[in-house]
């Protein structure tokens, strides 16, 4: 187990880590080694899991959603479908543990971040990375910012699939929790290192492999 250091977390505004030119180089071509060998290795299932989703409901097997990158540029992120088909056709709602909205496969699908993987697709665009604040829609943003102003400090980088917040703190269900597990992530921004990114890797492989991705 890797040792924690979330005791020295900080909600207060401060410059973000930074990255040397060469470290910021080596970051984005080992986003896109990444993402390519996983995806390659990873296309079978895209087959199985295609088939699944589409036997247990109908609508698209893959899922378009806006989301804020970085720059508080938006930009449109892909998952696996794990949803009913229309599951929101009103105002933006969180998905919570164990809600009827979500699907039998598509249970699964979030117990193993499964559903994550188009993502990948989205670090070729360049518009994430693998490790980075986890992007989220303006319509929680606006709400979040209200009280807790420095999320705007997330916008300086490129969201990612995984993030400190998401292996520390995991999903939240409502704004309350997304500001508690904005501490974690301004913790990321100002200690960011590849060193750091790996380690958010390795706690990622960690969560993955006990099913703890909810």
């Known amino acids: 187990m890797i040792p924690d250091n979330s005791s020295t977390i900080s909600t207060k505004s401060g410059n973000s880590g ?14 896109y080694l990444i993402s390519m060998v996983f995806l390659l290795i990873m296309s079978p ?3 199985i899991i295609s088939v699944l989703i589409k036997m247990t409901g109908k609508g698209p097997v893959i899922y378009s959603q806006d989301r804020i990158g970085k720059g508080g540029k938006p930009f449109s992120i892909y998952k696996f479908r794990s949803m009913v088909y ?9 998905s919570a543990t164990n809600e009827e909205r979500v ?4 249970r699964f699908l979030r117990k193993y971040r499964i ?3 188009p993502n990948f697709f989205n670090v070729l665009k360049g518009e994430m990375s ?3 604040p986890r992007p989220e829609r303006r319509y929680f943003i606006d709400q979040i910012v209200k009280r807790a102003p420095e ?8 969201p990612g699939i995984t993030s400190w917040g998401q292996v520390r703190f995991g999903y939240a269900s409502n704004v309350d929790e997304m500001i ?10 100002k200690h960011r290192s590849l060193w750091f990114d790996l380690k958010i890797i390795i706690y990622t492989i960690e969560i993955i492999f006990k099913g703890k991705g909810i």
């Open 180 to 189: 508690r597990r904005l501490e974690y992530d301004l913790h990321y921004m």
């Open 103 to 106: 699907t039998k496969i598509g």
């Open 45 to 47: 299932v895209f087959l």
């Open 130 to 132: 693998v490790v980075g």
């Open 18 to 31: 930074y990255l040397s030119p060469l470290q910021s180089c080596i970051k984005i071509m080992m986003d």
């Open 115 to 117: 559903d994550e993987i």
């Open 86 to 94: 229309n599951a929101e056709s009103g105002e933006p709602m969180l």
């Open 151 to 158: 999320y705007n400090e997330l916008h300086e980088v490129r």
